[in-house]
């Protein structure tokens, strides 16, 4: 590990000061992620900028409902009332780490954590998101868990937040702080895809920092991953689905993928087959084949193709026997 500064900002504009000061400078929170990209040689900020302490950790319901979670809360949150509102991010939290881990990772954190593609996270290997212009080792390595949707020449690595593809299925933004103020972002367009700058991966500007998560209220959720071991691996697919029905018509739909794509996945071919009908086993199973519209499977990784319809009609089958 090499050496760096510290800074401890006594507010969020100072923090913003002072990346705004410095290109190599990063943001610290629970460190979960960071500090092991920095063990491992893949990141070599000179200064970190610890972000603890500045009133980023409290969740609190607003009146219509919704709730605004501080960036800093910590994903081992267990707020009874969020169990109810939102079951999909509680369980896509829980499904997420250990408890150990849980209890610091934060909710900022999850969002920007960096792939867990091994040819990433080994700098003996090619990496255009690490090292732009390098090359992209996976391309000819092992496909198992490279992405079906949204890859590119440059990059064929998956985004790993199970909290994130959560999100996205529950219509929540980010709000983050800079220079010029507050911006409201949603969760869905806050990752990018990798395109030819593999390198970026959120919209999120150098001199900003996430301050919080806002969730409206929302409708029935559920979530469901799969993984290649049941304790506390990354998500081969996962599937993060909200549903509203009145009247036995599905009046809205989000359907969202996780362990498939640079991003959370939004399958809205998936969600037209559910709107406007009845939430039933043989919409359902449309639903499920839907999903897959787009795929474009590498060697190694065309497994997934089934799996994505199968989780997909797995999770809508939970949430409508719920």
Known sequence: MRPFHYAKPGSVAEAVRVLGANPDAEVIAGGTDLVTLLRDGVRAPNQLVDVNGLGLDRLAWQQDGGVHIGALCRNAVDDSRLRRAYPALVLALRSGASPQIRNRASFGGNLL????CAYFRLPEFDCNKRAPGSGCAALTGDGAQTALFGASPSCVAVHP????????????VVRVEGPSGVRRIPVEEFHVLPGDAPQRETVLRRDEVVVAIELP?????HYL???DRTSFAFALVSAGVAVEVSGGVVRSARIVLGGVAPKPWRCGAAERELVGGPFTEASIA?????????????????????LVRRVVRRALTELRNA
């Open 217 to 221: 209220p929302a409708p029935p959720s």
């Open 225 to 227: 991953k799969f993984r």
């Open 113 to 116: 954590q960096r792939t867990r």
């Open 286 to 306: 449309k639903a499920g084949d839907a999903a897959t519209e787009g795929a474009k499977p590498r060697p190694g990784n065309e497994y997934k193709v089934e």
């Open 161 to 172: 937040s199970d909290c994130a593809v959560a999100l996205v299925a529950l219509n929540a």
